[in-house]
């Protein structure tokens, strides 16, 4: 499955607590073209529930937990993010959905590409053509 996770540098600071931080093209290989963030979402809502045809994204939740579900046509993964230093890339035709396993945490992501609503396929029977023409 295309997808990575990637350490994300994170170290105690002189003055309280700790500073995180990586490099686009070093840490993973994109340009950041975009930065958006999902914060006030309760604990148990799902978000999601489509796949990018060419984005590629690193995901991160710096507070909090969000339990992230990744498929294709031939595998699933689950991965929850609950740490600044723990990094999800995923890269392009997985369909993915979002849980929220604690109120108020916040999702963050650096994507490759500004947003396009045509690189979305929101529904699923559409992914799965898509995948089989495409893969
Ligand atoms: C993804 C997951 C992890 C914009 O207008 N600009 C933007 O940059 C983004 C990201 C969204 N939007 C609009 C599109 C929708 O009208 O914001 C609305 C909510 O987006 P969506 O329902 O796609 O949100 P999520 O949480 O299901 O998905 C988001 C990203 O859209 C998606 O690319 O991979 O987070």
Not at 50 to 69: E, M, N, R, V
Not at 79 to 99: C, H, N, Q, T
């Amino acid at each position: 499955m295309n997808i990575k996770i990637i350490d994300i540098k994170t170290i105690p600071t002189d003055s309280e607590g700790q500073l995180s931080f990586f490099e686009a093209n070093k840490d993973f290989d994109f340009d950041i073209k975009r930065i958006y963030y999902i914060t006030e979402v309760a604990k148990g809502i799902k978000r999601g529930a489509h796949a990018h045809k060419k984005l590629k994204q690193l995901l991160w939740c710096p507070i909090g937990s969000i339990k992230i579900y990744l498929e294709n046509i031939w595998e699933k993964e689950e991965i929850i993010l609950d740490s600044p230093a723990k990094g999800l890339v995923i890269e392009e035709s997985l369909w993915r959905d979002m849980l929220w396993m604690k109120n108020d945490s916040v999702l963050c992501v650096a994507a490759s590409d500004y947003y396009d609503a045509d690189d979305y396929i929101r529904d699923y029977d559409e992914y799965l053509r898509y995948i089989e023409s495409n893969v």
